[in-house]
Nanobody
Framework: QVQLVESGGGLVQTGGTLRLSCAAS????????MGWYRQAPGKQRELVAT???????NYAVSAKGRFTISRDNAKNTVYLQMNSLKPEDTAVYYC?????????????WGQGTQVTVSS
């Protein structure tokens, strides 16, 4: 089992910044992908950004140029630096830890942290 604890959400004005953190604990797998997804009211959960244990990253189009994902493998922690926030970034942000073992994988999710961007 992997436990995820998220922090860093809050209320910010348009153009502001926030930094989300997600710390993983428990059965840590050496091969994994950590990432952030978000879900706005009435919408499906969508990808924001992911980062592999080796460091390669992937961003949603909406996040490119404004958000930066990074990780500290020694702390099993992933970060999402969000700049130039817009009202449409308002959502619950969820941390995901995808563990790979053999030919299998499993996703673990955090409890979510609310990000609200006021106009």
């Amino acid at each position: 089992q992997v436990q995820l604890v998220e922090s860093g959400g809050g209320l910010v004005q348009t153009g502001g910044t926030l930094r989300l953190s997600c710390a993983a604990s428990g059965s840590i797998f050496s091969i994994n992908i950590m990432g952030w997804y978000r879900q706005a009211p009435g919408k499906q959960r969508e990808l924001v950004a992911t980062i592999r244990s080796a460091g390669s990253t992937n961003y949603a189009v909406s996040a490119k140029g404004r958000f930066t994902i990074s990780r500290d493998n020694a702390k099993n922690t992933v970060y999402l630096q969000m700049n130039s926030l817009k009202p449409e970034d308002t959502a619950v942000y969820y941390c995901d830890y995808r563990a790979y073992y053999g030919d299998n994988s499993r996703d673990y999710w955090g409890q979510g942290t609310q990000v609200t961007v006021s106009s």
